[in-house]
């Protein structure tokens, strides 16, 4: 292979896979694989200057950054379109066009109407000779070399043909992600939106930036000298020349065909992977759109139906912070009321303490607000230059806003809670629900329905309000006949008598499911010692990790929950006893004492170990003690285990002994 082949079969390559990447979106290398091509043909280029050639990939990659752009008149002006906002102003275009053409039916051609920006293109003898801007429809800017590093954008057609083609340059939303990320990372300022960080992309005097920020092209139009034929068939051609063409595309008929293409895109519309803002309708015969003509700068052939605007600015009133049924604490914007995503907004959701922190929201910004389908509204970024002087950055709340509940959160999680649980009133239908479900205290009939009006009409704050239910207050609710309210009655007198396992199932404690619930149930044996245990006694529970126990210690921490235990078991809620299931190796309980202050661990922890284990620890020394476990200052106790010969252990001991137990 002579080294002119071989630079010409690299470039081949090459340009396959970028149409493989941006115009077909199925690429078949990796991007290392692919700067790999790129650097291998960069050197021969280097090493053999003749080779060089304009049409070569290594002239998208960016040369010596302009001072400015030159000005290009466009031969034909770049219109703008009408355009329609409802549907009888679609049927009004229909009925025009074919009043003008004295028809009785129009075929159209329909297209996403993409939200980037359009340039215009041109070939010369079959190679991309040069890019330019809109501009103002008349004269754009002259940005080749950037469209040059646009890879979706053919350098080379087939045929020595001259023509020019019309497009959008746009970001797809996941690049455009990306790059956000990037920027961030670099502790760099975001991009408001795709079509944004595209312009910038393009109106670049350095190419080598708009090279890097993976920019795509899809043609919408070409601009012919004899206008013979169809608008979708110039799109077929254009996209067998190697042009991005959307695969959305499509022709109907009638102003019926259009509201039906409109309403199809619109369901798609977050899932294509760039961004429109409505879709355009062509009259799809050339001869058609001549007749029809032009109305100042629009074309009397085309019309633009817009889908609601997905994002706009408004105003932060004020930061509010709400809980949720779970107990999630969610940061919401309360917005002056914005007409965006086709409603009227009034509130965006902030996500999270961290999403807060890092886009830093304040009282009195001014935010983009994004509505994209059904999505709830949220607020995409801060506009940092229209920041009032003297705004103060918001503060997480670290009580729970509804009631006054300890908030937390593990590392590991994004989502701050309210630690309130049974108590707290944002939380109460989901934990009376759970508490009543099957597999908890199995309330038949204690549904949503009459959980709501439970606690709407405020008879029930806690599962314990539940067993104080009379039947005359049942039978006062709506759909609730005597026979009902009977039979409810009866079937929360009958849930009292229970296993331990689904009462601590039905309390709702974060992360203790039925597993965990039934560990504690067999380890504990009985509620006092596991309302007692403490993290690390906690943690010798067969599976139990940090997180349970912690979240476990949070709950029982809290007054109000133990106040909610102890009226469920005034009213009669009752489990049988069990002994708590010996660990250790299968050997007798053993019983230990333990006195004085240990140096390597709290008494707490010393019990745990112990328990652990599957032994007991009493209070006091007995002939049943095995041990007594003696640290500094051990007091009568000590004495009573000599007195009755119970062998004492030091601490160091007590552990090796525990350890062999
Ligand atoms: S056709 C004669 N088709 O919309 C009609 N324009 O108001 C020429 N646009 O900024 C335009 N998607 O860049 C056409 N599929 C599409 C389009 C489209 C977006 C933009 C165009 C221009 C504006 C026209």
Redesign the pocket.
Known sequence: MTLEQKVRKLRETIERHNRLYYVEDAPQITDAEYDALMRELQQLEERHPELRSADSPTQRVGGAPLSEFAEVRHRAP????NNAFDEEEVRAFDRRVRETLGVEAVEYAA??????L?ISLTYRQGLFAQGAT?GDGVTGEDVTPNLRAVGAIPLRIAGKTDLEV?G?VLMYKRDFDKLNERQRAAGQKEYVNPRNAAAGAVRQLDSKITASRRLRFFA??LISESPAGTHSAALDRLEKLGFPV?GERDTVSGADGLLAYYARIGKRRDKLPYAIDGV?Y?VNRFDWQEKLGFVSRA?RF?L?HKYPAEEQSTEVLGIEVQVGRTGALTPVAKLKPVFVGGVTVSNATLHNEDELRRKDVRKGDTVIVRRAGDVIPEVVSVQLDRRPPGSEEFEFPKRCPICGSAVVRSDDEAVARCSGGLFCAAQRKQALLHFASRRAMDIEGLGEKIVDQLVEKDLVRTPADLYKLGIEDLAGLERMAEKSAANLRAALDHSKRTTLERFIYALGIRNVGESTARDFARHFGDLPPLLEASEPALLQVPDVGPVVARSVRQFLDEEHNRRVIDELIRTGVSWPKSEPAPRGHGGATKTFVLTGTLSGMSRDEARAAIEAKGHKVAGSVSKKTDYVVAGEDAGSKLEKARALGVRVLEEKEFLEVLGGL
């Open positions: 770049m219109l703008s379109i297209e996403p109407k993409f939200d980037g359009a809109r019309r959008e919408y139009a959307s355009v062509k074309p085309a633009a």
